[in-house]
């Protein structure tokens, strides 16, 4: 059974970080496609950022040069270092698993709460 399970959410002032924490079970982060996406209220859920099995990474335009994805294999766990926060950063965060698999199977975490206050 696939779990993926956030933490490292909450309340930050503007200007300062957070580190996202995704915790996988049930698959390895290191074969698969891995990504943090947010939603903000009244607003579509949207991409943050991806690593695939390889180790590229890509970035919504938005948050490039303040939050960096990182995997730690050996902990089966994905980061998301969200640096130089903004009000606009205020979100759920949620972790995706796209599996490397003929039918592609997605996964989600249930997500995490961020909230810059300005």
């Known amino acids: 059974q696939v779990q993926l399970v956030e933490s490292g959410g909450g309340v930050v002032q503007a200007g300062r970080s957070l580190r996202l924490s995704c915790a996988a079970s049930g698959i390895s982060v290191s074969v698969n496609t891995m990504g943090w996406y947010r939603q903000a209220p009244g607003k579509q859920r949207e991409l943050v950022a991806t690593i695939t099995s390889g180790g590229s990474t890509d970035y919504a335009d938005s948050v490039k040069g303040r939050f960096t994805i990182s995997r730690d294999n050996a902990k089966n766990t994905v980061y998301l270092q969200m640096n130089s926060l903004k009000p606009e950063d205020t979100a759920v965060y949620s972790c995706?698993?796209?599996?490397?698999?003929?039918?592609?199977?997605?996964?989600w975490g249930q997500g995490t709460q961020v909230t810059v206050s300005s």
């Open positions: 995706k698993a796209t599996l490397n698999t003929y039918w592609k199977d997605t996964y």
